[in-house]
């Protein structure tokens, strides 16, 4: 059975554009109910430990700079059918496939520059979730 929760970031490029309360608007339009959320900065080395598994794609050190360039906002969301109903409201990684009003379709500026990121599968998102926010940190 499906997992009810997700884990996203609202990446730095998105931040920085002011995107993040339309984002959000988004999210919670879709269904999506925000259980935890914070605004934060990875430094390099927390950005390089939340990707590790990319570790040998070529594209990791430039996804570690890039994801440690300014700051994020992490949250823990809540619905039915939770990573793959939020996979389809993001859209593809590459923003040039994501379908037409999905998030990263509307945001996103790069492939790496995605706008957001999305949990693809519930084992990630509690792992996920887990890295950013401490038990005393989870409202629900
Ligand atoms: P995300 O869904 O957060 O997971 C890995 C991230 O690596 C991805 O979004 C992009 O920000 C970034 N990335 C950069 N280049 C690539 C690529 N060629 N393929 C996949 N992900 C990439």
Same mark, same amino acid.
């Given at each position: 059975m499906a997992g009810n929760r997700t884990f996203t970031m609202i990446k730095p490029d998105a931040f920085e554009a002011g995107n993040s309360g339309a984002i959000l608007k988004m999210i919670e339009e879709a269904g999506f109910k925000i259980v935890a959320m914070k605004a934060t900065r990875l430094t390099p080395e927390l950005a390089g430990k939340f990707y590790e598994v990319h570790q040998e794609r070529p594209f990791y050190a430039d996804l570690c700079k890039y994801m440690s360039s300014g700051p994020i906002i992490a949250a !823990?969301?809540?619905? *039915?059918?939770? +990573?793959? *109903?939020? &996979?389809?409201? !993001?859209?593809?990684?590459?923003?040039? =496939?994501?379908a037409e009003g999905t998030i990263r379709k509307i945001f996103a500026k790069s492939i790496e520059a995605?706008? +957001?990121?999305?949990? $693809?599968? $519930?084992e990630n998102?509690? !792992?996920?979730? =887990?890295?950013?926010?401490?038990?005393?940190? &989870? +409202?629900?």
């Open positions: !823990i969301l809540e619905k *039915d059918n939770a +990573v793959e *109903d939020f &996979r389809a409201l !993001i859209g593809a990684t590459n923003p040039a =496939n994501a995605n706008a +957001v990121h999305g949990s $693809d599968s $519930d998102a509690a !792992i996920e979730g =887990n890295f950013y926010f401490s038990q005393l940190e &989870r +409202v629900l």
